[in-house]
T-cell receptor, first 117, second 112 residues
Framework: AQKITQTQPGMFVQEKEAVTLDCTYD???????LFWYKQPSSGEMIFLIY??????QNATEGRYSLNFQKARKSANLVISASQLGDSAMYFC??????????????FGKGTLLTVNP | DAGVTQSPTHLIKTRGQQVTLRCSPK?????VSWYQQALGQGPQFIFQ???????QRGNFPDRFSGHQFPNYSSELNVNALLLGDSALYLC???????????FGPGTRLTVT
């Protein structure tokens, strides 16, 4: 089974509007972390936001927020007030911390976001 | 504050050859992880180095090996290159194995 599933290969949004990128995950660990990264065409992975499995509040970082629904095992990224520079690939990733895990990041296949002017 | 740097930026090799990729971690970081990202896919974990030892390894053959130096910089070596090794190779550094990882710009390897 896929550990991280991103069901949207591509998304389009108008500049200044909000957009939600979906991510569901699968783990039996009680302690884990969820990450979102942005990858522009240059290739560098840029860290956006982190949510720990024990965090009771949804993480926020500027225009980015993470809609964490633990029971549904989803960790959707919300980008508010989209900008042209937000056009990029977005990856959801998980780091498991249970016995036998190795703290590696497991990534989804990504969602290509295009912001239209 | 210097971020993660990788060299070279691009590399073209022939099947059967060997390649070495280099990574310098972000200032203050002591752990380096390597990932392979094939075209259209998310990155896949190769291995992680901490205190000059390979601490964790993903599902990659022994053709993939690495090294970490006393200054925390790291090398990724791939022997007997296959066409399927063509990918973007990303290095990420962190402070310890648990801390969040910061990625470098990657090395794009093409095997012909």
């Amino acid at each position: 089974a896929q550990k991280i599933t991103q069901t949207q290969p591509g998304m389009f949004v108008q500049e200044k509007e909000a957009v939600t990128l979906d991510c569901t995950y699968d783990t039996s660990d009680q302690s884990y972390g969820l990450f979102w990264y942005k990858q522009p065409s240059s290739g560098e992975m840029i860290f956006l936001i982190y949510q720990g499995s024990y965090d009771e509040q949804n993480a926020t970082e500027g225009r980015y927020s993470l809609n964490f629904q633990k029971a549904r095992k989803s960790a959707n990224l919300v980008i508010s007030a989209s900008q042209l520079g937000d056009s990029a690939m977005y990856f959801c990733a998980m780091r498991e911390s249970g016995r036998g895990s190795n703290y590696k990041l497991t990534f989804g296949k990504g969602t290509l976001l295009t912001v239209n002017p | 504050d210097a971020g993660v740097t990788q060299s070279p930026t691009h590399l073209i090799k022939t099947r059967g050859q060997q390649v070495t990729l280099r990574c310098s971690p972000k200032s203050g970081h002591d752990t380096v992880s390597w990932y392979q990202q094939a075209l259209g896919q998310g990155p896949q974990f190769i291995f992680q180095y901490y205190e000059e030892e390979e601490r964790q390894r993903g599902n990659f053959p022994d053709r993939f090996s690495g090294h970490q130096f006393p200054n925390y910089s790291s090398e990724l070596n791939v022997n007997a290159l296959l066409l399927g090794d063509s990918a973007l190779y990303l290095c990420a550094s962190s402070l310890g194995v648990v801390d969040e990882q910061y990625f470098g710009p990657g090395t794009r390897l093409t095997v012909t």
